[in-house]
């Protein structure tokens, strides 16, 4: 009987050697044309992708089954843990989430080459080519420097595993990981297509349209999973916001920045066919971030909470990261002549100079939040100094240049292609620049004088002035985008003699990149408002006896006392606090920690946030003393905070509309679903992409947000009865962000 | 349930790897007909491509005059520039799979390939005497509709003794003989005779 194990690592030894002779195979194919050789490249694709696809399926049949003859699942499930967090185990570790890179980039590659079998035949021998050559630097990392097969001798077999950190325990860190794996993981095949424009030669607009829809997948799952990593430290870290500028978090960012500027640029290529080396860079830069981000994380180069242990699978990604820098530079300027622009510049007031703005300012930002991760280190190498770069250096340079990417999104809506005439600009912008002029003081006016004021704060000059420059821009740009559907539809409804309905309709769904992206905007719009939120936040760290109040606003917060809950596998020490606003009760507040059997150093926060539109009332548990039940409390009050989910919802959504594919891009399926899997298929995605938004505010209002949960389930039980545990459980101060950061390690 | 998928997938590799190797097992005839046929369809789906490409940006041109961002100008520069494209590769096209009977042309091709690779003459001759029953194989064998459809309609309506060549009655331009329509002009030539050669004329008198 084969044991998971031999067959496991057979899978991964039969797979790097197929994608090593099917790399040498589409290589023949590529240069000879051969019809014999394209045939067996593309099949040869198709196999090592199964031997790959054997292995994952054989790792997740060991997790399931508890092998735990096999290091990884011992170290990474044990028998108690739900099918949903074994699911998750897979890429809980190293080894289990660098197979799972691999599979993904393997997935996209067959997608990819099945898709376009009958089309791109100059490119696809050598698109081939390049996924199964870097799909054999992931496997050598696999199979000599990680691999998830590794056993343990008969002496040392456990009998049971170490279980998943608890703190990777929640639906969200379960998908957190994979989204933002998938996302560095389809970056290979855009790259793929980049690099056969130039061992091709064709400069042409071919491999723009042929990787247009590629590029907006990494883009889709880089946004879930920062999305989603956001939303698990705001909800679950007690981090106090969403964003903290942690390296690992702007390992992840990077190569967003630059795929949002390519995506802009491409636009460029495609209709005037200027832009060919900076789209040409664009991509590469952006495929060799992903891996430099990995590199960086893993390591152990960047101390982060996401703290990683050196592994020797840093100095193999350093190997695959100059691999890749070095081919793709030297094909580069080997074609540097070659890709110079059909077109030029015709003047500074365009569309194109727009979205050159554009390209520069998130180039730029990518720099600066590279230089920010990077240069600690660099100088504590150089000069031997230790120097730490916090949030407020990055607010200094990203506020500015996020607020001038924003207005630059207004304009580049609606300003003409080629040139403009005063005549256009008058016919474009007076409208938009009006509605602004009027509606920004009403809207302002409205927020201070309703709520903003009520809150007692009083931000510096300067968070004032870049909180009224964006919300004045956010208006703008949404002006700016009404007014061109707007328009669009005025023509539809002439041309076609259609109603407002029907014209919206077949707007979205005739030209749904250009409507799409317009969608996407705004959920950026969304999520600036909550940007420009911040700088009303209260932000408090408060510590508290029973019977206390605290004043935070215009909340009043009073402590009740703590509550110890036992459950089969933690027990849950529960704060109890009500706030009052203007002498009126509006929430009972549950936040908590829980303390897990297996893991008892290591409590995880249940944070109770109540959520709204308008601001966010966020109370979290740091500490307490079970003798005298004294507790401290990390307490904020952040204004639009909700605003942010809500526009990383919409993005997703507008993301899918741009991605969504034309019915004759769904004819090369053969069978092609009908219009009833179509639909069905977008409602189901659709519908996932609302989901965490969803969850958040039903979480909010009910008591499945915070530790009142527990209470509910198992009862009241007042803490004087059950002191004795409670102060066996009493943990050091400060060891909650600690621990905190180990368990994000292993969740990235 | 994971043992089901871990048989699925070693059932995949298995299958996908016979595939790899497939077309270096065959005959030599066999290959040769693998490399052109595929050749032709190749050609089709490279200029279908770029037309695409083409068609797109007349649609994006044509939004973007009618939202005022694209002067009438530019846009009548583009438009012309587009439409040329287009209308060049529309010609391409027809000039590959517009006519009929390329699969004949395919056969003469291997033909010619196998006499220059300096095959015996026996060879040549079982090839003839096979030609009808691999053309229906090849046939099979394609699995894509497009595929399928030039085929079929090469062989309905182009059997290989149409040979000879035709001229366009609108622009004189000299078509294959099976051609429905001119590569040039676009003029119907479906009801234009052939001119067959004489050693066909004599055959059939």
């Known amino acids: 009987m084969i044991d998971n194990q031999d067959l496991g690592t057979f899978a991964l030894y039969y797979a790097l050697v197929v994608c090593l002779i099917g790399t040498a195979i589409s290589i023949v194919a590529g240069r000879t044309g051969s019809q014999r050789f394209v045939h067996a490249s593309r099949f040869a694709s198709y196999t090592g992708a199964g031997a790959i696809f054997v292995a994952g399926a054989v790792l997740m049949h060991a997790l399931l089954t508890h092998d735990f003859s096999i290091q990884y699942v011992a170290s990474f499930s044990d028998h108690t843990m739900p099918l949903f967090y074994l699911i998750g185990s897979f890429w809980g570790g190293q080894a289990g989430s660098l197979l799972f890179w691999t599979s993904v980039v393997a997935a996209s590659m067959v997608s990819c080459v099945y898709i376009y079998r009958r089309s791109y035949q100059d490119f696809m021998p050598w698109v081939s080519a390049v996924c199964l050559a870097v799909l054999s630097g992931l496997l050598m990392i696999l199979v000599f420097g990680s691999n998830p097969f590794e056993g343990f001798s008969i002496i040392n077999d456990p009998t049971t595993g170490k279980g998943l950190n608890p703190l990777l325990q929640t639906p969200k860190m379960v998908m957190h990981p994979p989204s933002l794996l998938a996302g560095l993981a389809t970056m290979t095949i855009p790259y793929a297509f980049a690099m056969a424009a130039l061992i091709t030669g064709n400069m042409s607009n071919a491999w723009v349209k042929a990787a247009r829809k590629w590029i907006l997948i990494p883009w889709l799952f880089l946004s879930i999973g920062n999305m989603l990593g956001g939303m698990w430290a705001y909800e679950e870290l007690g981090w106090g916001g969403y964003w903290a500028w942690d390296p690992v978090e702007n390992a992840a960012f990077f190569p967003w920045l630059m795929t949002s500027a390519l995506i802009h640029s491409i636009m460029i290529q495609e209709r005037r066919g200027m832009l060919k080396r900076w789209n040409i860079g664009l991509m590469i830069a952006s495929f060799v971030l992903t891996i430099f981000g990995t590199y960086i994380t893993r390591s152990g180069l960047i101390q982060s909470v996401h703290t990683f242990a050196q592994s020797e699978i840093g100095d193999y990604f350093l190997a695959l990261l100059l691999t890749v820098l070095a081919v793709s530079v030297t094909l580069f300027l080997w074609r540097w002549k070659d890709l110079k622009s059909d077109q ?78 005063m005549a256009a600009f008058k016919r474009q912008f007076i409208i938009p620049i009006i509605a602004t002029a009027g509606a920004s003081p009403v809207i302002l006016g409205a927020y201070w004088y309703g709520r903003g004021a009520a809150l007692g704060v009083t931000p510096t000059p300067t968070e004032a002035s870049y909180a009224i420059i964006t919300v004045v821009c956010c208006i703008f740009a949404v002006t700016t985008m009404i007014a061109d559907v707007g328009r669009a539809m005025n023509a539809r409804m002439r041309k076609h003699e259609e109603s407002a309905f029907e014209a919206l309709s077949r707007l979205f769904i005739k030209q749904r990149r250009r409507y799409g992206g317009y969608v996407v905007h705004l959920g950026i719009v969304c999520a600036f408002v909550a940007f420009a939120g911040n700088a009303l936040k209260i932000e408090q760290d408060i510590s508290l006896d029973p019977g206390d109040t605290y004043q935070i606003g215009d909340y009043t917060l009073t402590y009740e006392g703590l509550t110890l809950e036992n459950e089969p596998d933690k027990d849950i020490i529960i704060g109890k606090m009500r706030a009052e606003r203007n002498g009126k009760h509006v929430h009972d507040l549950r936040p908590g920690k829980a303390v897990f059997h297996s893991a008892p150093n290591m409590p995880t926060s249940e944070i109770d946030i109540k959520t709204s539109p308008i601001e966010d009332l966020y109370v979290a548990l740091v500490n307490h003393d079970p003798r005298t039940q004294a507790a401290a409390f990390k307490i904020f009050v952040a204004p639009f905070t909700w605003w942010f989910w809500l526009g990383g919802t919409i993005l997703l959504l507008g993301t899918l509309i741009c991605m969504w594919p034309t019915r004759d891009s769904l004819e090369t399926l053969r069978p092609s679903p009908g219009v009833f899997v179509r639909a069905t298929a977008f409602g189901a995605l659709a519908i996932l992409c609302v989901t965490p938004l969803a969850v958040l505010t039903y979480e909010s209002h009910t008591s499945w947000g915070s530790a009142a949960r527990f209470e509910r389930m198992i009862g009241q039980e007042e803490i004087e009865g059950t002191n004795e545990p409670l102060q066996g459980k009493e943990r050091a101060p400060g060891k909650t962000e600690q621990n905190a950061s180990g368990a994000n390690a292993e969740a990235s | 349930m994971t043992i089901a998928l871990i048989i699925l997938f070693v059932c995949f590799t298995l299958v996908m790897a016979w595939q790899t190797l497939s077309p270096f097992i065959g005959g030599s005839q066999e290959q040769l007909r693998f490399d052109l046929l595929e050749d032709e369809l190749r050609q089709v789906e490279e200029l279908t491509t770029r037309k695409n490409l083409y068609l797109d940006n007349l649609r994006e041109i044509e939004i973007d005059r009618d939202l005022d961002k694209l002067s009438e100008k530019d846009f009548l520069e583009l438009k012309r520039r587009y439409e040329r494209e287009t209308v060049k590769l529309m010609r391409q096209l027809d000039e590959v799979h517009g006519g009929r009977g390329w699969e004949a042309r395919v056969e003469d091709a291997i033909e010619a390939r196998l006499s220059l690779d300096g095959k015996k003459t026996e060879a040549l001759e079982d090839k003839t005497a096979k030609t009808p029953k691999k053309t229906k194989k090849k046939k099979k064998k394609s699995s894509t509709g497009k595929k399928q459809a030039t085929t079929t309609r090469a062989t309905e309506s182009a059997p290989a003794e149409i040979t000879g060549s035709i001229q366009c009655p609108e622009c004189d331009k000299e078509m294959e003989a099976a051609a429905k329509f001119c590569s040039q002009c676009g003029a119907d030539i479906a009801h234009v005779t052939p001119e067959l050669p004489e050693a066909q004329i004599s055959a059939a008198e």
Do not use: C, H, Y
């Open chain 1, 344 to 421: 030029r510049l015709d003047s500074p007031a365009s569309r194109e100079s727009a979205f050159i703005f554009n390209n520069w300012l998130l180039v730029v930002m990518t720099l600066v939040v590279l230089f920010g991760t990077m240069w600690p280190k660099i100088k504590e190498g150089l000069f031997g100094q230790e120097v730490a770069i916090g949030p407020p250096w990055f607010n200094r340079w990203m506020v500015p240049l996020g607020i001038l990417l924003l207005l630059l999104m207004g304009i580049g809506t609606i300003i003409p292609w080629r040139r403009t005439t």
